[in-house]
């Protein structure tokens, strides 16, 4: 039995009624949209009685859930409501699931990303759903004049077994919403879940199948105009002028102006990262209008110099950030890679004494693996509704970060951030790229332009080409081997434009006694940022990859000879920081092992294996394929995950399949390269996407059984499927594969692709 | 500016807009018909994949001009209820992730399985193709055309 305190998320029990002018936005969407089934419908309640921040009850026993965090296709608006009525004991059948606008007063870390949803939201949802039970249950024991202990719940019911006194939670709300918040409540036990752990489905399945609005970019209003924007060609280039009439007598266009995103003096946060912070509105009649005036507008661009400008820090103090000239190449980014892989880095983590170790070897195994810069490439292009009148404004648009934008907004709009409301709309896809929203900003200043409502909408080339992408990277392995075969020391040193990849602290450090560990990093002016499990994306592949020849060269198999690795650091770690569980992460490579038949393969299929930790899950991958009409095909993938207990297990399933899916395409296709500072790339005709026919035939998502509190989904099967794929190519075709993307060598050896 | 006469969803319906307006935005802005996603522009990637006589066409490249005098079908008009049998296996399986870009796979499915009621796995890469899904949920989506396929 967990008690727990409910002061810790206090704020989480504020009432609506208690703020003045609270602006949430009840939707009701479910009624206007859809038909639920009779099942699932269970009629309007007259009067709904607010419990929480994240539960309302009717009179009827309608229970409508607030699920507090942006949905990006995660599933969270689904399994974060799934806690709260896990808890609250009621009927999944009875619920209504509505998301919650932004909302600081009411609500902790509205904030999508880092796999962190769940993790996070794990014990506030508990004891928020805990907490409104026990007020029931409260409400239900003063009414009867019995003790509450003596009261049970079940499925929305309340009973109070020796008097026989039977109520539904709607019959107790009116009272339960007066009564004080208890200091304390208890948790029910894991065994006893009946919602957690049982799959439901999307509570907006209906809505997508029919074509319902449900993004920012189908929202409309009354009066509402489009805008689009017209974009520097080049990072490294800023708007000179523009010419104006060069648009305005075009069909349905009322006006263009510059838009600047940031004052001088702002200090811009982590989340503020922009491709161009000036760039050129055109305002229309129409999407079509406004994308038609974009091609025709006359403007002059020059280089920008070097700038530079105040970035605030994480604990206060504000520090200066530098925004190299120039105008980028890839083929200079790649020799400039290759210089900085000769050069010692910055020493992160030194264990024993590796460089004497290397000065003995026998025999040295060394590697070098790169991977080029990814756009997100969301299905839904950057866009955002905005009404901005007079000092108060209203956004509407797909964010991962809505707390991180709202005081740039204020910034960028000159008035308070309590005037402006930040509404939460699903979002077609995130990756990532949505934890930067200046497209929020970009909208609300148009509007605020014109003193109406707009949507601003990015065509896919302006999505494409002003990216805040997944840098560049490169990792240079080492192993230092006797004459026995025996692993002596191991070196990493891994960079990138603009950060280094390195994850010091993770597997192999911790299993090897000598173990060098050195960052680099070449300052540029592409934007990047988070990209599905940052730096990991990259590192996991190039560790994985170099771990699988490693075993080969000594004549071990690959699994197992992570294993010994493994326990070594689970008996007798090498250093204290190593952030991982050895044997959570052993776990996932015998139940690979098992679930794959690892140790009985058939002859005709290529297998590759890997395995890696981040956003505190760990997962293990084996990729089977083989060479069908000379053309290889990724036949089954099998993945075994540690991620604690898994709330919506056939959501999860997808999540994972989703991961795996977009981890093959990446180290196939993905690859976005520049000439003078120019995506050379600007839409899918050459942008090369993962499609139908080559995403794997068959895959299958295993979850470790445990009782351990959920940790990341969303990103952790990514990382390592990069390497299972190369691991597998190179038993298909004799061949290592070092560099990303895999397709144009897979071409080399004669395949098609 | 012109006049042009459709019959979307079994509706006639006038729309007063530029001959070389792509339908797309005809009935994103003008009718909104919402359900039909903007994604490339470029017929590259199916999200604004709707039926036009009842062939799977990318409304993103068809100059309203000519879909004047056809049928026209989206999305909001595939079933009156919901309940294709692609949108109920749709559900059955709990295909989507973000959800944008169902509506274009959604609307290739039921233009396959009309033509084709059994389709082999080949058959359905193959017509299945041009539609990217981001989220990567390109098994279930194979898994639900098979469900489809049997109630059909
Ligand atoms: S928007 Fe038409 S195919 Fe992409
Ligand atoms: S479900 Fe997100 S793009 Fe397909």
Redesign the pocket.
Known sequence: MTTVNTKMNRRSFLKASALAGGGMMLSFAWLAGCKPTEEEMMGLPKEWFELNSYIKIGENGAVTLYSPNPEFGSNVKTSMPMILAEELDTDWKHVFVEQADFYPERFDRQFTGGSQGIRQGWTPLRTAGATARAMLVSAAAQSWNVPASEITTNAGQIEHKASGNKAHYGEMASLAATLEVPEEVTLKEIKNFNIIGTSKKNVDGQKIITGKPLFAIDHKVEGMKYAALVMPPAFGMQLKSFDKSSVMGMSGIIDAFPISLFKEDYARNFFDTTTFPEVVAIVGNSTWEVMQAKKNLTAEWEKAPETTFPMAGRGGGTSTAVVPAGLENTNRHKARMAEYIQKPGNVVRRDGDPEGMFNKAAKVLERTYTAPFLAHNTMEPMNCFANVKGDKAIIYGPTQAPEFISGTIAQALGIPKENIQINLARMGGGFGRRAYSHHMTEAALISQKIQAPVKMVYTREDDMSAGVYRPTYSATYRAALDENNNLLAFHVKAGGIPETPLHANRFPAGAIDHYLAEAWDIPSNITIGAFRAPRSNFIAGAEQSFLDELAEEMGKDPIEFRLELLKRAETNPVGERNDYEPKRYAGVLELVRDKSNWTSQQSNVSRGVSAYFCHNSYVAEVVDTVIKDNQPVVESVYAAVDCGIVVNPDAARNMGEGAIVDGIGNAFFGELTFENGAPTKRNFDKYRMIRHKEAPKKIEVHFVENNEDPTGLGEPLFPPVFAALANSLYKATGKRYYEQPFAPQLEMENLKM | MAQFNLNINGKSQQVDVDPNTPL?WVLRDHLDLVGTK???????????TIHLDGNAV????LPISAAEGAQVTTIEGLSENGDHPVQKAWLEHDVPQCGYCQAGQIMSAAALLAQNPSPSDTDIDNAMNGNICRCGTYLRIKAAIKTASQNL
């Open positions: 797309l903007f994604g490339c522009g470029i017929a590259q990637c199916g999200a604004c990318r409304s993103c490249q």
